[in-house]
């Protein structure tokens, strides 16, 4: 069980070294947002999921469960929010006219590509 | 209805935030959680309808898994991606405007978040049934709208 | 496990320095705003590890889910607070 929670706990570190490595390394900001909002969502998951292992390989007891289910419901939370925070801040950033990094100067084009004479 | 289901939620959250089950804890839990279902039980159902809201819970539990899958394999794309060394050369950013067939605003928010959670993708803008998406390339973009809204699309059983 | 636990909150806190690059010299207030959030996270998965060494989990798990909540209002306010002021 031990070994098991290092190993979630090891992955949840390279996740977020991917993360924080992408986060400097991509061009700009809307290519950044992409690092951190998967980044750290399975980060937390990984390293919580660890933690609780961790936590319930010392027997099982009410409080053991309690503290249990606060964990998982951190990485619940976090699973909800850090989506929801990206999406503010890139809706915020797209209405503030920031515009994205691009190869063609298109910053827009619509989707599927056929409609777009209508 | 949405009174007592709010109520339960939060007792149940106080229960297991506090940890202890003594009369003096768990009557001013009541005593809260009743006040705060009174305030807001309007905010956190907005269609109460008794039929068909525990099929869409299955649906959701069920819908778990495979965006759990999803979220894995985007970090293996972003992984891919960040350790390349042409990194710049690689990648196509693009935002893409595309019409959505989704009306429910929950539906809506499932769609959104999971698009940011599945390779590639990031939801920027919801607008008058347009989604705004940035996608960091071609080839991520092809694959938008797609499967997962059919997937939403059969979870709240939009008709 | 003591041993384990220090070291990757070690490993950790090279992590926020590394993204407080981008917090202080971000080109946009956005990076500035994402470096912020990005330390936030980490912050919480710090709070519950030091739960771990200390043995006092019961309070640091409290501490944590009171931060993460903050975390995520804080970043809501600030982007709403940046629209239409200009992205430089």
Redesign the interface.
């Given at each position: 069980m031990?070994i098991v929670a290092?190993i979630f706990?090891?992955a949840?570190?390279f996740?977020?070294?991917?993360?924080?490595?992408?986060?400097?390394?991509?061009?700009?900001?809307?290519?950044?947002?992409?690092?951190?909002?998967?980044?750290?969502?399975?980060?937390?998951?990984f390293?919580?999921i660890g933690?609780a292992l961790?936590?319930l390989h010392h027997g099982f007891c009410?409080?053991g469960l309690?503290?249990g289910?606060?964990?998982i419901?951190?990485a619940v939370?976090?699973l909800?929010?850090?989506?929801?925070?990206?999406?503010?801040?890139?809706?915020?950033?797209?209405?503030?006219?920031?515009s994205?990094?691009?190869?063609d100067g298109?910053?827009?084009?619509?989707?599927?590509p056929k409609?777009r004479d209508k | 209805m949405g009174f007592i289901v709010t109520f339960l939620i939060l007792l149940v959250f106080w229960i297991f935030i506090s940890g202890q089950l003594d009369w003096w804890h768990l009557s001013w839990g009541v005593l809260s959680c009743a006040l705060i279902a009174y305030i807001s039980h309007d905010l956190l159902f907005k269609d109460i309808r008794s039929k068909g809201k525990v099929k869409e819970v299955i649906n959701f539990i069920k819908y778990i898994p495979w965006l759990l899958y999803q979220i894995i394999r985007a970090n293996i794309h972003i992984a891919y991606l960040v350790l390349h060394p042409k990194m710049p050369q690689l990648i196509d950013p693009h935002i893409i405007k595309f019409k959505t067939k989704l009306k429910k605003e929950l539906a809506l928010v499932t769609f959104a978040n999971s698009i940011t959670l599945t390779p590639g993708t990031i939801t920027v803008l919801i607008e008058d049934g347009y989604f705004y998406v940035h996608a960091i390339d071609k080839i991520v973009a092809e694959a938008l709208p797609g499967e997962m809204e059919n997937r939403i699309y059969v979870l709240y059983m939009e008709e | 496990m003591e041993r384990f636990f220090l070291a990757s909150a070690l490993a950790l806190c090279v992590i926020i320095l590394l993204s407080l690059y981008r917090g202080v010299f971000g080109p946009t207030v956005f990076d500035r705003i994402i470096g912020a959030g990005f330390i936030g996270t980490k912050t919480i998965i710090l709070l519950v590890l030091m739960g771990f060494i200390y043995e006092r989990i019961d309070m640091f798990i409290d501490l944590a889910l009171a931060y993460s909540i903050l975390n995520f209002i804080g970043t809501l306010i600030i982007s709403k607070y940046f629209i239409r002021k200009g992205a430089k």
């Open positions: 031990v290092a706990m090891v949840g570190l996740v977020f070294a991917i993360a924080t490595i992408g986060f400097l390394r991509f061009p700009d900001f809307y290519t950044r947002m992409h690092a951190t909002a998967k980044g750290d969502t399975l980060g937390t998951l390293f919580v933690l961790y936590y009410w409080l309690v503290q289910i606060k964990l419901l951190i939370f976090w909800l929010a850090s989506p929801t925070a990206t999406h503010a801040l890139l809706r915020s950033a797209f209405e503030s006219d920031l994205p990094w691009t190869k298109k910053a827009i084009i619509e989707w599927p409609r | - | -």
